[in-house]
């Protein structure tokens, strides 16, 4: 409970502050591991030497919970965005435009504690899929490469209207200026951490356009926003949900994937369109389920696929492996209910902090938008430094792209999904 509170409290710091991200605090308790030991031993001494690894790897686990579910709360009053969450700016935006921020912030609490609850029940499906008796984790590899050409095709299908296929040649400019962007900026010789790159790449494809539009908006005010609570569960969240854990499932394994493209995955719909409200949830439960299943893959198949998961590695050397799939090793369990636990504390606690931020972001949107855009300038010199901002802009420039030729703005997640493929195909 002390550590799952801890972590709670510093994913809400890391949630809500732009350009911290849970990799910066997994690589600091690593770093002092000792005198975090020295802390834990004295505050629970009954734990036992063998439980402080365990204890820091659930302060960690939770510490990422509460950074998914908090990590919305910029992104849609401040369209400052990470990777996770840079397709929520969109949805957010429009929701926060129509008085409904609060409720933005609501719907990807729900989706988060949802994904969560689902990516629980899918563990063990999961592990007999990947490990034995079907072995898909090695089956899959040599198609990695063709898997992530089958994201990109079919985000230029779902472009097609009707007969015409004009929106899909836009869309497949769009993508390239957008692959390219990510190819100089994520493989290329840029002197700025790789830790922090991200945040000002994905600052200039989805937030700072926004806020650009904002700022030529027409004048008045925006909507004082609705507090109020949010409607009952539907089957409609539930089945968004269900697409959001899936696709947090579906590349929780996949070397060189992450939230960004699961969000991807998970945003594909080839019919009608998904609404805004809908995205949110499908958004939530992407960002915890991929947290939560993105270390239960390192008991499954012994490899890593993100910064956590990294250093729950360093932490539990001697983890063990997951031989029988009913009878999950002792650790995973505590790291899956204090994750599960972490969820459930932090989805409440953003939900009133939207509505506290919510409170006062009413006002005229062109200054709102010019002084979230100033926050965002300030923030991006702060963490990236005068390169940060170069790509910021650079990246600006491209994300207004889809706007003017009119096809979605999905679209950038090339920026992700092409240096990744081009890794596959060189082999680097």
């Keep these: 409970m002390l550590v799952t509170v801890l972590g709670v409290l510093t994913g809400m710091l890391t949630g809500l502050a732009p350009g911290i991200h849970v990799n910066n605090v997994a690589a600091f308790v690593l770093a002092t591991e000792t005198a975090w030991a020295g802390f834990l031993g ?37 369209g400052a965005p990470t990777e996770d969450t840079a397709l929520a700016t969109l949805p957010g935006h429009r929701l926060l435009l129509g008085g409904q921020g609060a409720k933005a912030i609501a719907l990807a609490a729900r989706g988060a504690v949802l994904g969560t609850a689902f990516a629980v029940l899918v563990l063990i499906p999961l592990r007999a899929l990947l490990a034995d008796p079907v072995g898909l984790a090695d089956r899959f590899r040599p198609w990695s490469a063709a898997f992530i050409g089958f994201v990109l095709l079919a985000l230029l299908i779902s472009e097609r209207r009707g007969r015409r296929g004009d929106r899909i040649i836009r869309a497949v400019w769009v993508q390239a200026l957008a692959g390219a962007l990510g190819i100089a900026t994520l493989r290329g010789s ?67 994937l992450s939230g960004g493209a699961a969000a991807t995955l998970a945003s594909l719909r080839f019919r009608k369109p998904i609404g805004p409200s809908q995205f ?57 209910a204090g994750t599960a636990l972490a969820t459930a504390l932090a989805a409440p606690l953003a939900v009133r902090t939207g509505r506290l931020v919510a409170r006062w972001s009413t006002g005229d949107p062109r200054r709102v938008s010019a002084l979230s855009l100033a926050v965002l300038i300030v923030l991006l ?14 990246a600006a420039v491209v994300g207004l792209v889809p706007v003017a030729l009119r096809v979605r703005r999905v679209h950038l997640m090339a920026s992700l999904l092409v240096p990744v493929l081009l890794g596959y195909l060189t082999g680097a």
Excluded: K
Aim: hydrophobic share 55%; net charge negative.
């Design 42 to 78: 004295a505050v629970v001494p009954e734990s036992g030497g063998d439980a402080i690894p365990v204890l820091l790897a659930a302060y960690l686990m939770a510490t990422a919970a509460a950074h998914a579910v908090f990590d919305f709360i910029p992104s849609v009053f401040l």
């Design 190 to 256: 840029v002197p700025i951490d790789p830790s922090v790159v991200l945040f000002p790449l994905f600052s200039g494809l989805f937030g700072i356009p926004s806020l650009v539009f904002g700022m030529r908006g027409e004048p008045g005010s925006i909507p004082s926003q609705r507090i109020e609570s949010l409607r009952p569960l539907n089957r409609e969240d539930v089945r968004s949900a269900i697409r959001g854990t899936l696709a947090g499932a579906s590349v929780s394994w996949l070397p060189g």
């Design 280 to 336: 949110m949830v499908v958004l939530g439960s992407v960002s915890t389920s991929t947290a939560l299943l993105s270390v239960a893959v390192l008991y499954m198949i012994h490899r890593a696929r993100s910064g956590a998961a990294v250093a729950v590695n360093e932490l539990l050397s001697d983890y063990g492996t997951w031989t029988n799939p009913f009878a999950a090793p002792a650790s995973l369990l505590v790291l899956v």
């Design 381 to 394: 010199a702060v963490v990236s430094g005068p390169v940060g901002l170069a790509i910021a802009t650079l």
